[in-house]
């Protein structure tokens, strides 16, 4: 009951920060809400016993990802955003590409009530409590199981890093 | 945990969000933002699966799928600074020069 | 509605000890907060030559409380061109994030909100930095040029010496093996060592960072009085600027406590498994006991009623104290029921004791370098995180990793550890000065510095 | 579309992303502006590309005002341009009067108005060094400088019943006699001095965060001080070895030796440790002076109302800011026809913008601080 509860606390608050990240006209209360709405998933991973990814969004995405957004946004001259259309076009383009993926979605679970392939009753699985609660875990995995993706990734981040900073440079 | 399909929904409603931000902004960093959101319906549903088999694999992609967020992010954001010293603009539908 | 009350219910019924204790910290917090400052400015008036707040209170001990009224009455005023919404709630973001933060720390093996978390320490510098928004926020939405510097020095400043900070606490995970916040203070029992001995250039850059990420001097940038007037807090006032006020001393706090969980022994006292500094565990009662009897020989000398009673309720208190933590003393002479009852709660205001002690230290260290030095410039601050600390903490993780290979290897424990920690951390040193140095030679010209590289 | 605003761009590009520059207007409320000066920034994210400086916030109308009032009735009002040097502005104004009525002070008088001149300049300079610290961000030199500052403040006080603007000389001489402890106070005040600038140099002048703020900031070279009219520790920080006190002496400094402290490289920390130099000397100037004060009379002969022969004279001291200069033009009547005053902050503050462009935010409150301005005498 509990556990429901706080689901359904958080995917509202989720579901609706997210609207208003898409829908606001000025940047920054967009931010504003796009961090309410990462919490919220933040809390989920939490009510899905997923302590590790909890803290990682909460340090990784709000406190990394949304502090370089909220820079990056009164560095960029914020009058010239906030007076332009919030929409500017393909307003029916996205109808169309939001209504089809719901349908796709919604046909594929309404028709088979079940995972595809596995035959697992989606609407109704609860699973017993495998998963331990523990970042260990996770550390375990990363680094024994998938330690060439994890290698790659920061491969990757490293990539990132020198591309933002020769991108941002000013040239002199 | 509730049934796997409340899971579903909710990646599914912030997906579709982020999908109609992306395409509709003209506001290059609301859109990146939107992607976010994208990534992120992602993760919440790799997290119940992980959760539904009681197998960490999920939760070490979500990690990735964090992983690259950020480096996407970054880069990003340096493409939008260097253009916006460029330009001085931040909406998708200026950008129409291949080279400046 | 029913299944509201039924919920609702269900959650007291679980979590009423934690939701207690969160009241409480959230309701006495401000006051511990006002005598923080009470005591800087105390400090700082020794340290200048002269006596600090002496009016209201014997000794000015009320004077937080006073303060606080002023802050209250204070006229709100909101900036006409302020962005309301994000004006509004930065204060409260910034605040609630440092409180949040609270919740994963142990004060002592009996306290602590949010119990076994295995993310433990994780949690509290995660959540603590969410704090950075209400500054950077607070600083865009006040429309005005001093606040925005402000903010954005804060966002750059926080971001870059947030990873040193980081490294520095993994150097120390490494010893503890856990990030369950009783557990590293346990290890660091089993261990007979604290881990700041251990690994001193983690203690050291975690030190420094620390100063920076709660923006205290001398690397206050973001609110430089001198120059920024009061940088992102320059258009707040009354209630709001005493939400930053609270905000500030309260990251104070967390990472003195995150300080002294990690690296000074959490709860335990110094030198926990040397038999023959025992008696260490006495200092606290003999040391409660004579504040107590200092009080009381004061009460007479005090001008006015109120701070009469005022300084009988602090002797009182620090009586009690000083009672509990005799108890296992005093239960083999009196058979007391008073005694039996008090004894479970002498480990928890015994480990409190310490703990809060070396909280104590650490901020007043802060303290100390604040009316010592003058604060860095800018495009220095950023030079001494990315050149100096950066470089220096990642190293460490390295080669604390490489010692403690090397002290398993050889079957090394507690403090023949030292033996591998040392040069390492001697070595790390090292290497990250040789950088620094030839980081130096190569820009000879950049005397000066980039300040909007560094931005970007 | 925009090919022809981005030729515009390409033009900002010189700024921080482009964006336009931020123009951040300094004063005249702000912390550290020391006073009401206001200095509009033109700043490139946080680097000085140009500046303004906006003066007249303190404007009383001195020159207007003492062509109104009798010789005498003026001295008063001089005190109140360099507020926190009024013993050496009453020296000048009343020398350059004595200069013009042909008339000298007494020996006596001049020595002990020598003695008060230096205990004026090193309160003067303790109040730059507490203030000049506290911009940079050291909180305590502040009031330790206060400390000092005060006992200067009560042998003042003593002297003459004021501390602030005293009026202590009358044209022609004292109109007190040095009250009994004179010298004793000054004594143990330089005795003590002595460690208690030792003091202020172990908090800054070996200090790293002190160097990095100082060293290499506001640089100006001799030939620019020179040429912008630089005077005292800012002319000589740069290497010039000006000092009106040697070069023309006045009172009675030809009595006494001292040094005069040069800089070389003439940035904020030289302009420090000049000043610092510059306390010593004074100290030692104090010292020499109380070991023999001259009996006799305090006071010239000059009539109890002033009219100086038709004529104009030009005196200058060095004030512990620069060069204080006293133009004065006499009609025959008991009032001045003109009186122009040459005061050292004005013109030391033309080199703001040159020292300050390409400096950061920071460096701006270093280097108004390093000019040691005061906005009473700027403004006038």
């Known amino acids: 009951m509990l556990d429901q509860v706080i689901f359904y606390l958080f995917s509202a608050v989720a579901v609706a920060g997210a609207i208003l990240t898409v829908t606001r006209r000025n940047v920054v209360h967009s931010a504003i809400f796009l961090i309410t709405a990462l919490l919220a998933t933040a809390g989920i991973f939490l009510q899905l016993r997923a302590e590790f990814l909890f803290i990682v969004q909460i340090i990784l995405y709000v406190g990394g990802i949304m502090v370089l957004f909220v820079f990056v946004i009164m560095l960029v001259n914020l009058d010239v955003a906030v007076r332009q259309l919030r929409f500017a076009r393909q307003k029916w383009v996205a109808l169309l590409i939001s209504l089809a993926l719901a349908a796709q979605v919604g046909l594929m679970l309404w028709s088979t009530g079940k995972m595809p392939g596995q035959g697992v009753p989606v609407l109704s699985a609860v699973p017993a409590d495998k998963l331990p609660p523990n970042s260990e875990e996770v550390a375990k995995s990363l680094f024994s199981s998938y330690l060439l993706p994890f290698e790659i990734a920061s491969v990757l981040l490293l990539v990132a890093m020198i591309g933002a900073v020769v991108m941002a440079k000013r040239r002199a | 945990m509730l049934p796997i399909g409340h899971y579903l929904f909710l990646g599914l409603a912030l997906f579709i969000i982020g999908v109609i931000g992306v395409v509709t902004r003209r506001n290059v960093i609301v859109i990146l933002m939107s992607i976010e959101l994208i990534l992120n319906a992602v993760n919440i549903n790799l997290v119940a699966f992980s959760r539904l088999y009681g197998d960490v694999a999920g939760q070490v992609f979500a990690l990735f799928i964090i992983a690259d967020a950020a480096a996407e992010a970054a880069v990003g954001l340096g493409i939008i600074i260097a253009f916006f010293r460029n330009r001085e603009t931040v909406l998708e539908d200026e950008m129409d020069l291949l080279k400046w | 509605m029913q299944a509201v009350t039924q919920v609702t219910t269900e959650f007291v019924k679980q979590y009423w000890a934690p939701l207690l204790c969160g009241f409480a910290i959230v309701a006495i917090l401000p006051l511990i907060v006002g005598y923080v400052v009470l005591v800087e400015r105390k400090i700082m008036a020794d340290m200048q030559a002269r006596l600090g707040p002496m009016r209201v209170g014997p000794h000015g001990l009320l004077q937080p409380i006073a303060d606080a009224v002023k802050l209250l009455i204070k006229e709100d005023i909101i900036p006409e061109d302020a962005d309301k919404l994000v004006f509004w709630l930065a204060p409260v973001l910034s605040v609630g994030a440092a409180l949040l933060a609270m919740a994963g720390l142990a004060i002592g093996p009996a306290f602590q909100i949010a119990k076994d978390i295995n993310i433990g320490i994780l949690f509290v510098v995660g959540v603590s930095a969410l704090g950075i928004f209400g500054i950077v926020l607070g600083g865009w939405a006040s429309n005005s040029h001093y606040s925005l510097i402000g903010a954005l020095r804060s966002s750059a400043q926080l971001v870059s010496y947030e990873t040193a900070a980081g490294m520095a606490l993994v150097s120390g995970l490494l010893f503890a093996g856990t990030l369950n916040v009783t557990s590293i203070v346990q290890a660091q029992y089993d261990q007979g060592i604290w881990f700041g001995l251990l690994a001193p250039v983690a203690f050291f850059t975690y030190l420094v960072a620390s100063i920076a990420e709660t923006n205290r001097a001398p690397f206050d940038l973001p609110e430089a009085e001198s120059e920024l007037v009061a940088g992102y807090m320059t258009e707040f006032s009354g209630f709001r600027w005493s939400l930053y006020f609270l905000a500030e001393y309260t990251n104070m706090i967390v990472v003195a406590s995150v300080a002294t969980t990690l690296f000074l022994g959490g709860w335990l006292r110094p030198f926990p498994r040397t038999h023959w500094l025992d008696f260490l565990d006495f200092l606290p009662m003999v040391l409660m006991t004579g504040i107590g009897i200092y009080g009381l020989l004061r009460v007479p000398k005090q001008p006015a009623r109120v701070q009469q009673l005022f300084m009988l309720a602090v002797a009182g208190m620090c009586f009690a104290a000083a009672f509990v933590l005799a108890a296992p003393v005093l239960i083999p002479f009196f058979k007391s029921s008073l005694i039996a009852a008090v004894k479970p709660y002498h480990d928890g205001i015994l480990g409190g004791f310490w703990f809060i002690f070396k909280v104590s230290l650490y901020i007043y260290f802060f303290m100390w370098l604040r009316f010592t030095l003058p604060r860095y410039r800018f495009d220095q601050l950023m030079r001494l995180g990315w050149h100096f600390l950066i470089p220096l903490s990642i190293i460490n993780v390295l080669v604390i990793g490489v010692a403690m290979i090397l002290g398993s290897h050889f079957h090394l424990e507690g403090w023949q550890l030292l033996l591998t920690t040392i040069p390492a951390s001697v070595l790390a040193l090292i290497i990250a000065l040789f950088i620094l140095n030839a980081e130096q030679k190569s820009e000879p010209q950049r005397a000066s510095g980039d300040a909007s590289d560094t931005y970007a | ?380």
């Open chain 4, 1 to 380: 579309m925009a090919t022809d605003t981005t030729k515009d761009a390409r033009e900002k590009q010189k700024t921080l992303l482009g964006a336009d520059e931020l123009v951040l207007n300094m004063g005249p409320q702000h912390p550290s502006t020391h006073g009401v000066l206001r200095v509009k920034l033109k700043l490139d994210g946080e680097r000085v590309i140009g500046s303004e400086c906006m003066i007249g916030y303190l404007h009383r109308g001195v020159e207007k005002i003492a062509e109104h009032r009798t010789y005498q009735q003026f001295a008063p009002y001089v005190d109140r341009m360099d507020y926190v040097a009024a013993v050496s502005n009453g020296l000048g104004y009343c020398e350059a009067i004595e200069k013009l009525l042909m008339v000298e002070a007494p020996p006596r008088a001049k020595v002990i108005r020598t003695i008060l001149t230096e205990l004026q300049r090193i309160a003067s300079h303790l109040l730059w060094l507490g203030t000049h610290a506290l911009d940079i961000g050291a909180l305590t030199p502040l009031f330790y400088c206060f400390r000092e500052r005060e006992e200067i403040l009560k042998i003042f006080e003593k002297y003459c019943g004021a501390r602030l603007t005293t009026h202590a000389f009358r044209i022609g001489g004292l109109q007190y006699e040095a009250y009994d402890t004179l010298e004793k106070d000054v004594e143990r005040f330089c005795k003590a001095f002595e460690s208690r600038i030792t003091d202020y140099e172990e908090l800054l002048t070996q200090n790293r965060i002190w160097l990095g703020r100082t060293k290499g900031v506001g640089i100006l070279k001799a030939a620019e001080a020179i040429a912008l009219g630089a005077t005292g520790p800012v002319l000589r920080a740069s290497g010039v070895k000006w000092d009106i006190r040697k070069a023309m002496p006045y009172a009675a400094y030809d009595q006494y030796k001292f040094e005069i402290p040069v800089g070389t490289t003439g940035d904020t920390y030289d302009r420090y440790l000049v000043r610092m130099e510059e306390m010593r000397q004074s100290r030692l100037i104090c010292l020499q002076a109380i070991e023999n004060i001259p009996s006799g009379p305090i006071m010239a002969k000059v009539g109890k109302v002033l009219k100086p022969p038709p004529g104009e004279v030009y005196h200058a001291i060095e004030a512990p800011k620069g060069e204080l200069g006293y133009y004065v033009i006499s009609d025959g009547t008991v009032q001045p026809y003109r009186v122009r005053i040459r005061p050292p902050s004005f013109v030391n503050l033309q080199a703001f913008d040159k020292m300050a462009r390409g400096h950061l935010v920071a460096d701006v409150v270093a280097i108004i601080g390093t000019l040691d301005i005061v906005l009473g005498e700027v403004d006038r």
